[in-house]
C-alpha cells in the first residue's frame, strides 16, 4: 500500500535550507576559530637540507568552499529509501511516497505474501495501524542519523585552500614567494583520504621546483595538522550535530501530521483477505444471487473506499462509495430441467385405453348374459304351457316342441358359448393379456348360462316322461 505524502515530497526542501545553513555555519566557524590566524602565528619551519624555509605570519590565508560539496548532500540523500529495522515501510523522500508491505504487517517481519489467511481477515485495524505509525516514525527517524553521516561526508569533501608565505634558502640560496595548499577539510582533520596537494611559486635559479616540492612536503603538512586538525575536527563535528538538530525540527512536524491520517486509514480504505461473507459474525448474505436461492462468493480481496460515507447524489451512507472485489469465485444455483414427459404420456394412455376396452368388452359380456337369461326364462314358461295341456294333441305338439326346445336349447346352449368364447377373447385381445380380470367376468356369464340351460332341459324331460306315461 503507498500513502503519497506532500509533507514527506517537501521534507526534501527543507533539508535544502538546513545544509545551506550547515555550509554558512561551518565558514563562520572557521573563520571565528580564526584559523588563518592562528597559522600563520603558529609558523611552520622546515629544514631539509635542500630548503630551509619558515612559512607562515602576515599574509597567511585561509578559504574555504563548501557549496559544491554540500550541493550533493540533499541529492544523494533523497535518494536513498528510508525503511524500519523489521521493513514494513520504505520511504521515497524524493516523491513523498510511504510504501507499506501489508505482509510483514499482518504476518510479522518474515511475511511474505497475504496468502492462507483465516476467513474475513481485516489488514487495516487498529493494531496493525498502530504498527505502520510506528515503522514510519522509525524510518523517518532514521534520516536524522543518515543525514548527520551524508553531512560530514560532504563536509569532509569540503575543500579548503591556504596560502602560506614562504622565506628562507633553497641550496643556500635565497628564496620568497608562498606555497599553497588544496585540502578538503577531510584531510585537515585528519579524517579524510588522500594528501593535500601543495604548490609554490617560489623562483629559484637552478633548482628543479619539483624535487623541492618533494623534499618539503612530509614536514609541511605534519606542521599544517598539527594546526588544522584539533579545529577542523570539532567544527565538522558539531556542524553535524547542529543539522541533526535541524533534521529533527523538520521531521516532528511531518510526523505529527501523519499520525491522525494513519489512524484514520481504515476510515478511508477496508481491505479485506480472504472474504466469505456467510462465515462473518453475523452471517450475511451473498452478494451474488442465483434463480432459485442466494448464490455464494468468495473473493481473495476486498478493498472497500470510503466505508459507511454517503456516495454523491446520496442522502444517506451506502455501505460503501465504492466495493472492489478482486479474484471473486461464485457458486449459483439455478432451476432444474423437467425430466422428459413422451414415455409417461403413452404409458397412461395405453392404461387408460386397454381400461375402456376391458370396461366395455364387460359391459357387452353382462348384456349377452342378460339376454340368455330372457331366453331361458320364456322357453320354461313355454315348456309350462305345454305340461298344462291335457289332450293328446297338445301332447304331441308338446312333445314336439319339447323336442325342439331341446334342440333350440342345444343351438342355444352352443351359441352362448361361441358368445362367450368371443368374449372372452376379445375382452383379453383389448384388455392387452389381463386374463385373471377377463376370466372372472367370463366365468360369471357362463356359469349362469349353463343354469338355465339346465334347468329347462330338466323340466321339459320331466314333462315328456309324464306325458308318456300317461299322467
Do not use: C, W
Amino acid at each position: 500500500m503507498t500513502v503519497s505524502s506532500p509533507a514527506v515530497g517537501g521534507l526534501s526542501d527543507e533539508l535544502n535550507k538546513v545544509v545551506d545553513g550547515a555550509g554558512g555555519t561551518l565558514e563562520d566557524v572557521i573563520a571565528e576559530e580564526g584559523l588563518a590566524d592562528k597559522l600563520g602565528k603558529a609558523g611552520i619551519d622546515i629544514n631539509t637540507g635542500v630548503a630551509n624555509l619558515k612559512l607562515g605570519g602576515e599574509g597567511t590565508t585561509v578559504s574555504v568552499e563548501t557549496q559544491d560539496a554540500l550541493n550533493s548532500v540533499v541529492e544523494n540523500l533523497v535518494n536513498e529509501k528510508l525503511a524500519d529495522k523489521a521493513g514494513i515501510v520504505s520511504i521515497d523522500l524524493k516523491n513523498g511516497d510511504i510504501k507499506i508491505d501489508l505482509a510483514k504487517v499482518v504476518n510479522g517481519e518474515n511475511g511474505e505474501d497475504l496468502n492462507g489467511l483465516d476467513p474475513n481477515t481485516q489488514v487495516l485495524t487498529s493494531e496493525t495501524i498502530g504498527k505502520i505509525t510506528d515503522a514510519v516514525a522509525e524510518a523517518l527517524g532514521t534520516l536524522g542519523g543518515k543525514f548527520n553521516e551524508t553531512l560530514k561526508d560532504g563536509l569532509n569533501d569540503a575543500h579548503a585552500k591556504i596560502s602560506l608565505p614562504a622565506e628562507g634558502s633553497v641550496a643556500g640560496i635565497p628564496a620568497d614567494g608562498k606555497i599553497d595548499i588544496d585540502a578538503t577539510l577531510g584531510q585537515l582533520a585528519g579524517t579524510g583520504e588522500g594528501d593535500p596537494k601543495v604548490t609554490t611559486d617560489l623562483n629559484v635559479a637552478g633548482i628543479d621546483l619539483g624535487d623541492l616540492i618533494n623534499s618539503i612536503t612530509g614536514p609541511l603538512l605534519e606542521g599544517l595538522l598539527g594546526v588544522t586538525e584539533p579545529i577542523i575536527g570539532g567544527i565538522l563535528n558539531s556542524t553535524a550535530d547542529q543539522v541533526t538538530g535541524g533534521v529533527t525540527d523538520a521531521i516532528d512536524p511531518i510526523l505529527s501530521g501523519l499520525d491522525p491520517v494513519f489512524e484514520g486509514l481504515n476510515k478511508v480504505v477496508d481491505l479485506t483477505i480472504n472474504e466469505q461473507p456467510t462465515k462473518r459474525d453475523p452471517a450475511e448474505d451473498s452478494n451474488v444471487k442465483g434463480t432459485e436461492d442466494a448464490g455464494f462468493t468468495v473473493n481473495a480481496v476486498s478493498l472497500e473506499l470510503l466505508p459507511n460515507v454517503a456516495a454523491p447524489n446520496q442522502a444517506q451512507a451506502a455501505d460503501a462509495v465504492a466495493d472492489i472485489n478482486l479474484a471473486s469465485s461464485s457458486v449459483r444455483a439455478t432451476a432444474a430441467d423437467e425430466a422428459p414427459g413422451d414415455d409417461a404420456n403413452a404409458d397412461d394412455t395405453a392404461s387408460a385405453d386397454a381400461n375402456d376396452s376391458a370396461s366395455a368388452d364387460a359391459d357387452d359380456s353382462a348384456a349377452a348374459t342378460a339376454d340368455a337369461d330372457d331366453s331361458a326364462a320364456t322357453t320354461a314358461e313355454a315348456n309350462a304351457s305345454a305340461n298344462a295341456d291335457d289332450s293328446a294333441a297338445a301332447t304331441d305338439d308338446a312333445n314336439a316342441a319339447a323336442d325342439n326346445n331341446d334342440e333350440a336349447n342345444a343351438s342355444a346352449s352352443s351359441a352362448d358359448d361361441a358368445n362367450a368364447s368371443n368374449d372372452a377373447d376379445a375382452s383379453a385381445a383389448a384388455d392387452g393379456g389381463d386374463l385373471p380380470r377377463t376370466g372372472a367376468n367370463g366365468t360369471l356369464a357362463l356359469g349362469g348360462l349353463a343354469a338355465l340351460l339346465v334347468a329347462g332341459g330338466g323340466i321339459a324331460i320331466y314333462l315328456t316322461r309324464r306325458h308318456r306315461a300317461g299322467l
